[in-house]
C-alpha cells in the first residue's frame, strides 16, 4: 500500500482516483478493467505449488495469502484513505471506528506506561482507558481539551502517547492540535487523533504534526448509514507497528462492507460542502431563537473555538449541539419527540437527519460541565434545510406544552 502516485493532486480528484489501480479493476485475460475495485470474497487463497505457497507466506500485505489479510477491494479502500491523507505511509481497517482506537492504543501502549487522553473523548474510548487499559497496567491521565502547549507539564517520563478529538464528542472544542502536536515532538511522545469529524477534507492530520489519524468510517465516509467500519492511518515511522498488532489481534473487514465504503468516499466532498451549508443554516436560525442557550458550533463567530477552527480546518461538517434554555430532561423529551424529519439515533454522518440528547456531565474528569440547560446533538442531513427548520419550529413550540 503505497503513497500517492501523484500527490499533487487536489483532495477532490484523489477521492475519485483513489483505490483504483489496473491490477485491482482491471483483468487482462477479459481484455479491459472495470471502473471499481470488484468485491473479492475471500477465505482461502489457492496456490499454483507448495513452492508457491511458501513464497507467498513471507509476502507483504498487498498479495493474497489468506483472507484475513484482504483481497483487493480491502487494498483498494486502505489504499484510497492513504492517497487522501497527505504523508501518510498506510492505512489498516477494522471492524468499527472503536475497534480502530482500541487496536491503534494496543499497539502503541505497554504495560507501566502513561496515556495523556483529552477530557472531551468519545465516551467509547474512555471507558477502553478506564477498564481495559488499566487492568493491562497503563495508567491514563485526562487533560483539558484547551490546554494547548501547556500539554507539556503533564507528560510524565513514562508518558508514550497523547490521544486527541477535536472537535470534542458532544461538546465540541476544538483543540489546538499543532501544539500539542509540537510539544509531543519535542518529547518524543506519539499522537494519535481521532478526526471522524473532519476527515482529512477540512483537517489533513498529519500535515498538522499528528503521528496516527483515526476515523470512523460509519459516519461521514460510509455517508449511509448501512456499514460500520474503522480506519487508522499512520506515518511511515509508525505504520509498521499498526501493522503487526492489527495482524495479530486478528482484526478484518468485509469487502463488501469495504465496496460500501469506497462508494461513499466517492461523493465524500459533494455530500459534506452539502452537510456543512445545511448545518450552518439550521446552526444560525437556532441561535436566533429565544428557547436556545447557546449553539455548540465552532464555525459560528460566537463559538469559543472558533478561531482555532478558523485557523485550521478548511470547513465545516454537519455535526453539532445546542442547548435549550432553562429546559429539564422532561422538556427535551418533548422537543425530540415533537420532531418528524428527525430520527431519534446514535451515530452521525449519513443523509439523514438525526438527534439525540446528550449528558456530557458525568463524563468529564479533568473539566466540569456546568451548563445546566438540556443538551442536544444533531446530525444535520442531506434534507432541504427549510425543512428542517420548520421540524424545529415544531418541536420549540411543543417545548411550552
Ligand atoms: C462514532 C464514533 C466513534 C466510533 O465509531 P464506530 O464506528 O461507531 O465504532 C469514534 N469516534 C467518534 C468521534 C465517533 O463519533
Known amino acids: 500500500m503505497s503513497k500517492s502516485d501523484d500527490s499533487n493532486l487536489r483532495p477532490a480528484t484523489k477521492l475519485a482516483q483513489g483505490g483504483r489501480r489496473p491490477e485491482w479493476t482491471g483483468d487482462p485475460r477479459l481484455g479491459g478493467g472495470v471502473v471499481n475495485p470488484p468485491v473479492w470474497r475471500a477465505s482461502t487463497i489457492l496456490y499454483d505449488s507448495v513452492a508457491d505457497l511458501r513464497a507467498r507466506g513471507h509476502a507483504t500485505h498487498d498479495k493474497l495469502y489468506y483472507g484475513r489479510r484482504g483481497t483487493p477491494t480491502v487494498w483498494a479502500l486502505a489504499d484510497a484513505l492513504t492517497d487522501f491523507e497527505p504523508g501518510a505511509e498506510g492505512t489498516l ?59 507539556a507539564a503533564l507528560i510524565e517520563p513514562a508518558t508514550k502517547l497523547i490521544f486527541l478529538e477535536s472537535p470534542g464528542s458532544l461538546t465540541f472544542e476544538v483543540q489546538d492540535v499543532p501544539a500539542i502536536t509540537a510539544v509531543a515532538r519535542e518529547r518524543g511522545v506519539v499522537t494519535m487523533l481521532d478526526n471522524t469529524w473532519a476527515t482529512p477534507l477540512l483537517f489533513p492530520a498529519l500535515a498538522h504534526g499528528v503521528d496516527v489519524t483515526m476515523m470512523s468510517l460509519t459516519k461521514y465516509v460510509g455517508g ?33 462492507d469495504c465496496a460500501l465504503m469506497l462508494r461513499g468516499l466517492r461523493t465524500l466532498d459533494v455530500r459534506l460542502a452539502r452537510h456543512a451549508e445545511n448545518g450552518l443554516a439550521v446552526a444560525r436560525w437556532l441561535a436566533e431563537r429565544p428557547e436556545v442557550g447557546r449553539v455548540l458550533h465552532p464555525a459560528l463567530p460566537g463559538d469559543p473555538g472558533h478561531a482555532l477552527w478558523a485557523r485550521d480546518f478548511s470547513g465545516t461538517s454537519g455535526l453539532f449541539g445546542f442547548t435549550l434554555a432553562d429546559a429539564d430532561d422532561a422538556a427535551r423529551a418533548r422537543f425530540v419527540d415533537a420532531l418528524a424529519c428527525f430520527g431519534i439515533g446514535f451515530s452521525w454522518g449519513g443523509y439523514e437527519s438525526l438527534i439525540v440528547p446528550s449528558d456530557p456531565a458525568g463524563i468529564r474528569t479533568a473539566t466540569t460541565w456546568t451548563d445546566r440547560d438540556a443538551l442536544v446533538r444533531l446530525s444535520i442531513g442531506l434534507e432541504d434545510p427549510a425543512d428542517l427548520i420548520a421540524d424545529l419550529e415544531r418541536g420549540l413550540a411543543a417545548l411550552a406544552a
Not at 502513561?114 to 477530557?119: A, K, N
Open 93 to 151: 481497517l477494522y471492524p468499527s471506528g472503536v475497534a480502530a482506537i482500541t487496536a491503534g492504543l494496543l499497539a502503541l501502549l505497554a504495560p507501566g506506561d502513561h496515556l495523556l487522553m483529552v477530557d472531551s473523548a468519545y465516551e467509547p474510548t474512555r471507558l477502553f482507558c478506564d477498564d481495559m487499559l488499566k487492568r493491562y497496567g497503563v495508567r491514563t491521565t485526562y487533560y483539558d481539551p484547551l490546554i494547548g502547549k501547556d500539554i
Open 224 to 256: 449511509h448509514s448501512d456499514a460500520m467500519m474503522g480506519s487508522l492511518t499512520a506515518t511511515p515511522t509508525l505504520w509498521p507497528r499498526l501493522r503487526k498488532a492489527t495482524y495479530q489481534l486478528g482484526h478484518s473487514v468485509s469487502p463488501d
